[in-house]
């Protein structure tokens, strides 16, 4: 990949916001290309290479992705900061919610079982952010429509 990243014309690089992170926006110089992809030797699907290098080391990341031939850099650039997050989730189903904690025996019994951690993955995120914006003071609203305070709590 190194040879294919010298090899581009400047006017290939671009320079692209990935995210807005802890400490700022992060920026990286980005290049996509399709390429045919190659597998036994023999021509496979259609897909993109996208050529990530970081702006003051030069560390170059590549990136292949079966994405349409019309998706959009943008895009492109976004799903290249995916991997943190994504990786965060998993590490947190399997260490709190039992994701690698099954004992099936068919398809469909492993897929109840994802699902319902995913599920499960869903409400904790969901309350544990509704749990933030209580503790700064903010006005939920109960079932009866009522606005209340909720006290800060700890989990």
Not at 7 to 32: C, D, H, N, Y
Not at 102 to 115: A, C, D, I, Q
Request: proline residues 5%; positive net charge; aromatic residues 6%.
């Amino acid at each position: 990949m190194l040879e294919i990243a010298a090899a581009l014309p400047v006017e290939a690089w671009s320079r692209q916001t990935i995210k807005e992170g802890s400490q700022g926006p992060m920026v990286a110089e980005f290049a996509a290309m399709r390429v045919i992809a190659v597998r036994d030797a023999l021509p496979g699907p259609d897909v993109w290479v996208v050529l990530r290098r970081h702006m003051e080391t030069g560390e170059l990341k590549t990136y292949l992705c079966n994405a349409p031939r019309n998706t959009a850099v943008q895009t492109l650039v976004r799903m290249s900061g995916m991997r943190w997050p994504i990786e965060t989730c998993f590490e947190d189903s399997k260490q709190l919610l039992g994701m690698g904690d099954y004992e099936v025996r068919s398809w469909p019994g492993w897929h109840h079982h994802m699902t319902l951690v995913i599920l499960a993955h869903c409400f904790v995120v969901r309350l544990s952010l509704r749990l933030k914006k209580s503790a700064c003071g903010h006005v939920t609203s109960g079932g009866d429509g009522l606005d209340r305070r909720i006290a800060p709590t700890r989990l």
